[in-house]
């Protein structure tokens, strides 16, 4: 008998609407280093180019209202990515407030429409015990 697995309440659609940096992508000096070295870039290089300062601290730059290494709906950083671009869509103030969620939903087809609050917070307990 087949086993009946569990809806993911998180299947990303790779739709890139999450990488519009609306607010900014903020990245620190380790996340620079490490995008400038998959690059082959140096960081002072990597900074010139994709970094820009902004009074909340340096943010990755934009191209055209996207993230600057969204291509073909892809991210050219992808393993190395900024934390909070692994994190999303487990953000502490989506995990702590269930309205935060449901506008989340709203925003990001990969999280399941139907997938009340405390699932998605099993859900993200989940990665952080996976690691
Ligand atoms: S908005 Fe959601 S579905 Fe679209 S790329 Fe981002 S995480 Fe994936
Ligand atoms: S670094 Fe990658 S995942 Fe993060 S916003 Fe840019 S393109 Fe999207």
């Known amino acids: 008998m087949s086993e009946i697995r569990p809806r993911p309440v998180f299947n990303c659609q790779q739709c890139g609407d999450c990488c519009v940096g609306r607010g900014g992508i903020f990245v620190r000096p380790q996340e620079v280093e490490e995008m400038a070295a998959l690059l082959k870039m140096t960081t002072e290089e990597f900074c010139d180019r994709y970094v820009?300062?902004?009074?909340?601290?340096?943010?990755?730059?934009?191209?055209?209202?996207?993230?600057?290494?969204?291509?073909?709906?892809?991210?050219?950083?992808?393993?190395?990515?900024?934390?909070i671009c692994r994190q999303w869509p487990f953000l502490p103030a989506l995990l702590v407030d269930?309205?935060?969620?449901?506008?989340?939903?709203?925003?990001?087809?990969g999280i399941d429409p139907a997938c009340p609050h405390e699932d998605f917070v099993d859900a993200a307990m989940g990665r952080a015990e996976e690691g």
């Open 52 to 83: 820009e300062v902004s009074s909340q601290g340096p943010r990755l730059a934009t191209a055209n209202g996207f993230c600057v290494f969204l291509q073909d709906n892809r991210c050219r950083v992808h393993p190395v990515k900024p934390f």
């Open 98 to 109: 269930a309205e935060e969620l449901e506008q989340a939903k709203g925003a990001c087809p």
